[in-house]
Structure formats: C-alpha cells, structure tokens
C-alpha cells in the first residue's frame, strides 16, 4: 500500500488545523461542556461553510468526493482539539448508511441536506443486551398502513439527542443473533413514539438511548438484507476513530515532552532524568505504529472483499487501542498529579481515548475475532 499523502491531502489537514487552532482553545471547549447542546453550532455552520460536511459525499450531491483517507485526516485534527461536533454520527456513520442503504433518490434527497450542514443524523443500532454483536437486534419492524412502525430501544447512539433523523435498525424476519431478517430505517427525531434521553458519556460528548414505542419509520435499503450495510457504517467509524485516536495521541505527546522540559524538580527540568526520556520515546514509538494502523484501516475501507476488510479493520482497531491506551497512560503519569485534575487537558484527552476504545468493540473483542480466524 501507498501511505504517502497527496498535496491536497496535507493542504486539507493543515487548514483544518490552523482553524480548530484559532477557534476551539480547551478554555472553549470548557464552555461548550456547559451549555446546551454540547457542541458548537456556530463552529457546525463553518464547517458546512468550509465544506467539511461535504468531504466524503459524491460532488453530485453537493459534496467534494472525498476518501475515507480524507475523513481520516480530519478526524485526526479534530482529535488534536478533542471537538464535540457531530461530524462522526451524522457525515460518517450516517451519510455512510444513506449512501449505501438508500436509492438514488434517498441520496438526492438527504446527501445534499447534509453536506449543507442542514441535516443532522445519528446511527442507532448497538442495544442494551447486543454489546458489540452486530446481528444482536431484538427492536422489531411490523407493517402498519402501508409503513411501518418500530418497538424496541436502542442504547449508546452517538449524538442522538440532536439528530433531526435517525438510521434505525430492526427486524423484519428472522431471530435474535440471525444475520438474516435485519433491515434499515429513518425515523424522523421528534416521532410519536420515539423516547429520547440525552447524556454525556465519560469524555463529555453526546449520546442517547432511544425506546421506540410504535414509531413511524421509512424502509430504507434492501428488506431483512441490512447486515452489510450495518458493517459498512461500523467499519467506517472505526476508521474515522482511529484517526480521531492519532490526533489525540499527537495532542498527549507534544503536551508530555512540553511538561518534562519545563517542570523543575531539584534545580533542573524532570526531563533530564533518562529514564522519562525513554518513556517518552516509548510513547512516541507507540504513536507511529497506531498512525500506520489508522491508515491501514482507511484504505482497507475499499477492499472489495468482506472478510479481508473486516480482518484488516480488526487489526486496526487493536492496534490503534493498544498505542492509544499507551500513550493516554503515560502522558498522565508523566504530569504527575496535575495530569488527573479537570483543568488539565490531557486528562480529557485520556478520557476520549478511553471512550473511543470501547466503541464498536473493544481491543479485547477485535483479538479474539483475529484469534478465531487463526484457529
């Protein structure tokens, strides 16, 4: 595989950068923690201004036709600033779903309503017994005049408090842990029948749990057929993710080497003592190898065969979570003290990592997927 950047690629990640730079300082993002909704949607305009919600939709809906290397990248900047906007749930998870779920008029439809920053999606799948089991569906799909209507919950939907539609996922046929019988559906976010109960998971960004209670829903994509699209948008955050963890780690390291050359203990700065400076090493060696690993998984997201591509996300995953954890660890270890308060930020940067860990299978789940394909 080619992992060098183009010209355009580097330009993206640079202008991105100065603009999250001049905008989301960690003071600001305090504030945003705060106050309703969480996020920013003064910043959501500029990204639709700047055509950052267009990066991964065709130009003929609005978008600029980007890759999943592009997403990346963004995301790798938006991890530096650890930024609360729903770009993962709405332009990648979401998005993702429509355009592989829906006809050519659903992405005529909503593709472009997105790009423009007017249309906010959340995915909603994982439930409360399922953990990471993609094919656990227990929420329930019947035919009511001429649509259908939805009963169930679903937990941890990222962003769902806000979303203005959701992706749900049911069954039409089919039992529990069946990989036949699961389709998709939109639901509209202020349905009747649609419970939502908004929170802040650990690292202070948005998620819900949604009880669905005769919701009216839209069929969208192929009936009891859903499965691959499921793991199409499951294997898109992943990678979207890992390049999130980059950023963050890129964040803890240049925070860290900072901390050890200018704390002073007994007359001269900590960072004199061989020792951190190999761990800081350590962390530095960490960093690469899960920057490798979240490039793997960005261009593994067109590998054409599913079982490769879903062996090559796994690997990603584990390798992304394992520097990750390394680094969060240490970087809080080498503050000190100071590194587990709320006013400093690599506490918060360890908290994303953490949260990022565990979504869409942990480090230990994607292992034993790899195991078993080796037995």
Sequence with gaps: MDFDLTDDQRLLGESVARLLADEYA???????????PGWSEALWARYAELGLLGLPIPEEYGG???????????????????VLEPFLATVVLGATAIR?????????????????????????????????????????????????????????????????????????GGSREEAEGISLFLVEGEA???????????DGTRAAELSLSGAAARLIGPKDQ????????????????AGEVIGAMEAMQAMTLDYLKTRQQFGRPIGD??????????????????????????????????????????????????????????????????????EYAVGHYFRRVMVIEHMFGDTA???DRLADQVQ
């Design 273 to 342: 003592n061989q020792a951190l400076q190999h761990r800081a090493a350590e962390m530095l060696v960490a960093m690469e190898q899960g920057r490798s690993m979240a490039m793997l998984a960005a261009m593994s997201l067109s590998e054409a065969d599913p079982a490769e591509r879903a062996r090559s996300i796994s690997m990603a995953k584990v390798g992304v979570g394992q520097a990750g954890r390394f680094v969060s660890q240490n970087a809080v270890q080498l503050h000190g003290g100071i590194g587990m308060t709320d």
């Design 100 to 172: 592989e779920a829906g006809d050519k008029a659903l992405q005529e439809e909503f593709l472009p309503a997105i790009a423009a920053g007017e249309c906010k999606l959340a995915f909603a799948h994982y439930e409360r017994q399922s953990r990471y089991d993609i094919t656990d569906v227990l929420t329930t799909a019947t035919p009511r005049n001429g649509g259908w209507v939805l009963e169930g919950g679903k937990s941890v939907v990222l962003h769902g408090d806000c979303a203005d539609k959701l992706v749900v996922s049911a069954r039409t």
């Design 365 to 367: 789940w994607h292992l």
């Design 26 to 36: 960690f003071d600001q993002r305090k504030k945003l923690l705060g106050v309703a």
């Design 226 to 241: 859903a499965l691959p699209i499921v793991e199409r948008v499951v294997q898109a955050g992943i990678a979207a993710m």
């Design 192 to 202: 009747e029948g649609l419970l939502r109960r908004g929170y802040a998971l650990r």
């Design 64 to 82: 600029f036709g980007g890759g999943a290397v592009d997403v990346m990248l963004l995301q790798q900047a938006f991890g530096r600033h650890l």
